[in-house]
C-alpha cells in the first residue's frame, strides 16, 4: 500500500481546501481510511474516518461541521473536504489506512500512512 496526500497550501482563517488521498497501491478499497494532523511540538490526533464502504464517518469535535470526509471507491480516492478553516487547524495532515473494514480513532489502529501535506492557515 503507498498513500499519498495532497491538496494542502496556504489559506486565510474562513477559507477552504480539499485534502485529497491516494492509493497507488489500490489496495485500501476494503479498508477504513483515517486522516489525522500533527501540529508542530504536539502529537499526532484524529481528524476524521470514514468506512470501507463510506456508510460510516466520524469527526474529532474540532472539525464537526466543518470537515466532511468522503471516498470515492472507483477512484480509489479519500478526501477531505475542510471548510471555516481556523487558525488552529494549521498542521500536516496524514491520511491513513486502518488495520480493517471498520473505523476508530487510535493513531495505532492504522497500518499505513502517507507522507503528509502540509496546511497553515493564517490569520
Known amino acids: 500500500v503507498q498513500l499519498q496526500a495532497s491538496g494542502g497550501g496556504l489559506v486565510q482563517a474562513g477559507g477552504s481546501l480539499r485534502l485529497s488521498c491516494t492509493d497507488s497501491?489500490?489496495?485500501?478499497?476494503?479498508?477504513?481510511v483515517g486522516w489525522f494532523r500533527q501540529a508542530p511540538g504536539k502529537e499526532r490526533e484524529f481528524v476524521a474516518a470514514?468506512?470501507?464502504?463510506?456508510?460510516?464517518?466520524r469527526y474529532t469535535d474540532s472539525v464537526k461541521g466543518r470537515f466532511t470526509i468522503s471516498r470515492d471507491r472507483a477512484k480509489n480516492t479519500v478526501f477531505l473536504q475542510m471548510n471555516s478553516l481556523k487558525v488552529d487547524d494549521t498542521a500536516v495532515y496524514y491520511c491513513?489506512?486502518?488495520?480493517?473494514?471498520?473505523?476508530?480513532?487510535?493513531?495505532?489502529?492504522?497500518?499505513?500512512w502517507g507522507q503528509g501535506t502540509l496546511v497553515t492557515v493564517s490569520s
Open positions: 491513513a489506512s486502518h488495520r480493517s473494514s471498520v473505523i476508530s480513532t487510535g493513531v495505532h489502529d492504522y497500518r499505513y
Open positions: 470514514i468506512s470501507w464502504n463510506g456508510a460510516l464517518t
Open positions: 497501491k489500490c489496495t485500501f478499497s476494503n479498508n477504513g
